[in-house]
């Protein structure tokens, strides 16, 4: 089994990223959409990652990491992490209607933590590091994590940004860190800011997180957050202010009926 990062040639600031790797990490060609180092692939793909479904399923693979640009209408710019999938019935990004993909843990906790490092050696002072919840596709049954960079749609991040980012995909190829917790997530907004400070002071893994604005979601989507996060964890992380009273009832009950225990966030 290999970990592979993946970069897409319909993103341009994911192939920067990926011209990067190669440059810094003595990747070797093993073909034109292959290279190899340490036991490490980098893989290019001629899909827009979003739509890759079924992506690393024949590549022997334990790890996708997808190197990917990020888009904010507001222009923040942002060094995010995430896992992928649909919580609801509609899938216009990509993946397939309530569906979530396999995620890990281990290596969302490992990239957030690692992102930071960067961002303060590369002196990146004016820029968010984050959580984002599980959203887009695509849809696949191997562990896989997004890892961004970006900001105003018509804008480049700078260079020291893409090199975070090459810098904490490759960093998390190698090796996963081990958080203290591993849970899943419910409640708060899109950009999880409760579950980032939970894993960049507490030493709290996530894997899937569910945000308030698809609540409800029923108990076959609770079920799939909790088994497919490869660590299968047993605990669930409630942003309780970031609920509505009647969904957080709703997930309570559900975590008794499939066992799981609970608690706010701190």
Same mark, same amino acid.
């Given at each position: 089994?290999?970990?592979?990062?993946?970069?897409?040639?319909?993103?341009?600031?994911?192939?920067?990223?990926?011209e990067?790797? #190669?440059?810094?990490?003595? +990747?070797? *060609?093993?073909?034109?959409?292959?290279?190899r180092t340490r036991g490490i692939e980098l893989r290019i793909i001629s899909q827009k990652h979003l739509y890759a479904d079924g992506l690393g399923e024949n590549w022997n693979a334990d790890l996708l990491i997808v190197a990917s640009s990020h888009?904010? *209408?507001?222009?923040? #710019?942002?060094?995010?992490?995430?896992?992928?999938?649909?919580?609801?019935?509609?899938?216009?990004?990509?993946?397939?209607?309530?569906?979530?993909?396999?995620?890990?843990?281990?290596?969302?906790?490992?990239?957030?933590n690692v992102l930071r490092e960067e961002a303060d050696r590369l002196e990146l002072t004016n820029w968010r590091i984050g959580l984002e919840v599980t959203h887009h596709g695509p849809r696949t049954n191997v562990p896989l994590i997004f890892i961004e960079a970006g900001g105003p749609p018509d804008q480049i991040p700078e260079r020291r940004a893409l090199e975070a980012v090459a810098s904490t995909c490759f960093r998390v190829a190698e090796r996963r860190l081990n958080p203290d917790l591993v849970a899943v997530g +419910?409640?708060?907004?899109?950009?999880?800011?409760? +579950?980032?400070?939970?894993?960049?002071?507490?030493?709290?893994? +996530?894997?899937?997180?569910?945000?308030?604005?698809?609540?409800?979601?029923?108990?076959?989507?609770i079920r799939?957050?909790?088994?497919?996060?490869? *660590?299968?964890?047993?605990?669930?992380?409630?942003?309780? #202010?970031?609920?509505?009273?009647?969904?957080?009832?709703?997930?309570?009950?559900?975590?008794?009926?499939?066992?799981? *225990?609970?608690?706010?966030?701190?």
């Open positions: 089994m290999v970990s592979v990062i993946v970069a897409s040639r319909k993103d341009e600031i994911s192939m920067r990223i990926a990067i790797l #190669k440059d810094c990490y003595d +990747f070797k *060609e093993v073909d034109e959409n292959l290279y888009r904010s *209408e507001a222009g923040v #710019k942002a060094l995010l992490t995430h896992p992928v999938g649909n919580w609801g019935p509609k899938a216009e990004l990509g993946g397939a209607p309530k569906t979530i993909s396999t995620t890990s843990a281990k290596a969302l906790y490992t990239s957030i +419910f409640g708060g907004g899109h950009y999880a800011p409760t +579950f980032t400070k939970l894993s960049l002071e507490k030493r709290i893994g +996530f894997g899937h997180m569910c945000p308030k604005y698809v609540m409800p979601i029923d108990e076959e989507m799939q957050a909790f088994e497919k996060t490869i *660590e299968k964890p047993r605990l669930a992380i409630l942003d309780w #202010k970031g609920l509505k009273s009647d969904h957080r009832k709703m997930l309570l009950e559900t975590f008794d009926l499939l066992g799981v *225990e609970w608690m706010k966030a701190r």
